[in-house]
C-alpha cells in the first residue's frame, strides 16, 4: 500500500520520484529507481514459493491494466497454476507483433521496402505503442503517433497508418482483435491532405553531401559557407550556428557549449564535434580574424538567416537550410541503430516520454559523439562517391 496503507492512485502513479516500492493490492507494486524509471511488478507465491513478476513499465501499462492484470495471475497462482506459464501464452506487443510479420514478408519485399518499413515503424509507432499489447491497442493509439507528423511528414505518416494496419490485420487473422484501429475508424478524425500546413522543405539524406559541395563551390562569402556546412555537420538550427561564439567551443574537447539564452527551449545545449566539424572551425578561425563570433559577416555582425537561405535559392537547392536537421533525422532513423533518445537529443528535442526523459538526463553526450561523428563520415562517403 502506499505510505499511509491506502491503495495507489492514478495522480500519485504520474507524480512520485522518491526511490522506492510502493503496495497497491493483491501484491502489486510500484518500483521508482533512482534514475526515475517506474514499473510495475507483482509479488505472489506460486506453487509455495515467492516470486516476483514484472508487469510492465509505467509509460505504458496504467494502474488499472496492472491491477487487472494482478488479479488474474493472482487467481491462477491460488488455483494452482502458474501465471508465467499463462504469460507465455499471451498476446504479443506491437513490436513483437511487427517483427512477426516484417519476417513474413521480408522475403517478398525489395531490401529498400524493407528498410523503410522496419525504420518508419521503429522510429515513430514503438516508441508510442511498441510495447502495448495489440489487443489493447486503441484508435486513439494509433492517433497518437500519427498526429505529430500527419503535417510535416504526411506522406510518412499515411504509410506509418498503412504499416500499423498490416499488424493490425495480422492480430486479427491471429484471433488477438476483431477489429483494425488503423483502418476507417481514424479516417474521419485525421485532417484532410488539403489542410494539410505547408512545412519547410528538406533534403533526402543522401544528396545532402551534393548541396554542401555546391555550397563550396559557389562564391559566397567564407562565413556563409563554413556556417552552412557546419550547421549540416552539428544538425543545430540556424540561429544557433550563426550566433556561435568562440567562447563557446572548446576545439580540444570537441564540444560546443550553447547557453539556455541561445536555445529556442532555454535550455543549455552541449553539441559534440566531429573531426570534420573541428575541421571547418579551424577554417573559419582564419577569417573570423578578431570577431567574437565563428561566423561573421563582412562587416564583423552575425549573418542573418537570408545569407544561408539565399544561397540555396542561387545554387537551385530544393530545400531550406532548416531542413538539415530533417535529414539528419530521417538518415539516423533508417542507417542507424541510435536510441529513440540519442536521437533527439542530438536535436536539442525536449524528451515528452517519461522513461527517456530520465535516460536522457546525462544528455546522452558521448553517445551522441558517436553518432555525430558517424554522420560526418557519411558525409564525406557520399562527397566521395560523387566525386568518383
Not at 528538406?202 to 556556417?227: C, D, F, N, T
Request: glycine share 8%.
Amino acid at each position: 500500500m502506499g505510505k499511509h496503507g491506502r491503495k495507489l492512485t492514478a495522480a500519485f502513479v504520474r507524480s512520485v520520484h522518491e526511490p522506492g516500492l510502493y503496495w497497491d493490492e493483491h501484491g502489486l507494486v510500484l518500483r521508482v529507481k533512482p534514475s526515475g524509471y517506474k514499473q510495475w511488478i507483482q509479488r505472489l507465491f506460486i506453487h509455495g514459493k515467492r516470486r516476483e513478476l514484472g508487469l510492465g513499465p509505467v509509460r505504458l501499462v496504467t494502474l488499472a491494466e496492472a491491477r487487472d492484470a494482478a488479479l488474474a495471475n493472482r487467481k491462477v497462482a491460488r488455483a494452482g497454476g502458474d501465471p508465467r506459464a499463462t504469460r507465455r501464452r499471451s498476446v504479443p506487443t506491437f513490436e513483437r507483433a511487427a517483427a512477426k510479420v516484417f519476417a513474413m514478408h521480408r522475403t517478398s519485399w525489395s531490401a529498400k521496402h524493407a528498410a523503410q518499413w522496419a525504420s518508419t515503424l521503429r522510429m515513430y509507432a514503438h516508441p508510442r505503442i511498441g510495447g502495448k499489447r495489440v489487443d489493447r491497442i486503441t484508435s486513439a493509439d494509433v492517433m497518437g503517433v500519427l498526429m505529430p507528423i500527419w503535417s510535416a511528414k504526411h506522406t510518412t505518416a499515411k504509410r506509418v497508418r498503412e504499416r500499423i494496419g498490416t499488424v493490425m490485420k495480422w492480430a486479427i487473422a491471429q484471433g488477438y482483435r476483431v477489429d483494425n484501429p488503423a483502418g476507417e475508424a481514424i479516417r474521419a478524425a485525421l485532417p484532410k491532405p488539403g489542410h494539410v500546413q505547408k512545412h519547410l522543405k528538406a533534403l533526402p539524406y543522401g544528396e545532402v553531401a551534393g548541396a554542401i559541395e555546391a555550397v563550396r563551390r559557389s562564391g559566397a562569402g567564407a562565413s556563409v559557407k563554413l556556417g552552412l556546412e557546419f550547421l549540416a555537420l552539428t544538425a543545430c538550427r540556424s540561429g544557433e550556428v550563426r550566433g556561435a561564439r568562440w567562447g563557446e567551443i572548446d576545439v580540444t574537447g570537441g564540444v560546443w557549449a550553447i547557453p539556455p539564452e541561445r536555445m529556442k527551449g532555454r535550455r543549455g545545449h552541449r553539441v559534440p564535434l566531429s573531426g570534420m566539424a573541428r575541421e571547418i572551425l579551424a577554417q573559419a578561425k582564419e577569417h573570423a580574424r578578431q570577431s567574437e563570433l565563428v561566423f561573421p559577416s563582412a562587416r564583423g555582425v552575425q549573418l542573418r538567416a537570408l545569407h544561408f537561405s539565399e544561397l540555396f535559392r542561387e545554387l537551385g537547392i530544393p530545400a531550406v537550410p532548416h531542413g538539415f536537421r530533417s535529414s539528419f533525422r530521417d538518415w539516423a532513423a533508417e542507417r542507424t541503430d541510435a536510441p529513440h533518445a540519442v536521437m533527439e537529443a542530438a536535436l536539442a528535442h525536449v524528451v515528452r516520454n517519461q522513461v527517456e526523459a530520465a535516460y536522457a538526463r546525462s544528455d546522452l553526450f558521448e553517445r551522441r559523439r558517436v553518432l555525430m561523428e558517424q554522420w560526418a563520415e557519411y558525409l564525406a562517403s557520399r562527397r566521395a562517391d560523387t566525386e568518383a
